[in-house]
């Protein structure tokens, strides 16, 4: 097992764990039209490689026997209200294989990296009706940090997440 930087050959594998995890995490919160008529795996394939060849945030998956199961992306802190804080921007574990410890060592490796280049704080946002996540979430250490923002294309709201690091 372990963690890597993406290569543009995991692209397609990707792009697959990111419409199946949307599938999979939302399917109750956003519409199923988006979910099952807009969210397609060639879609994000063109999305993920745009992403790569642009250099927009690190993305990094977990990888085991030769198959990619995750992937998460990270970079600094999207947010001009925190300017020196590191962002967890996305984090999905293929559904097959949920509750294998995945995500927690993702988690792991991120924090880790933010320490690394001396942040002090990693923040996340997550959909407000996301139980799965942000039950995960608070198990790693984050707590709402009582930032909201309304994402008008899909009706929901998502919240701010945020640990401070030792």
């Not at 590191?86 to 880790?112: A, N, S």
């Not at 959909?127 to 930032?147: H, Q, V």
């Amino acid at each position: 097992m372990m963690v890597r930087k993406a290569s543009i050959e995991d692209v397609p594998r990707i792009a697959e764990i990111h419409v199946m995890g949307w599938r999979f995490a939302y399917r109750n919160i956003i519409s199923e039209e988006f979910l099952f008529k807009e969210m397609l795996v060639p879609k994000r394939i063109d999305a993920f490689t745009r992403a790569m060849e642009e250099r927009r945030g690190d993305i990094y998956v977990f990888e085991e026997n030769r198959i990619v199961k995750a992937f998460m992306i990270n970079g600094p802190c999207r947010d001009s209200d925190k300017p020196s804080s590191f962002e967890l921007w996305g984090l999905y574990v293929d559904p097959f294989m949920v509750r294998q410890g995945i995500g927690t060592r993702l988690m792991q490796y991120c924090e880790g990296m933010a320490l690394e280049s001396g942040y002090k704080e990693v923040v996340l946002w997550v959909l407000e009706d996301n139980a799965i996540g942000r039950n995960f979430y608070g198990k790693m250490g984050y707590t709402f940090d009582g930032t909201r923002k309304y994402l008008e294309k899909f009706g929901v709201y998502e919240i701010r997440y945020r640990k401070q690091l030792r």
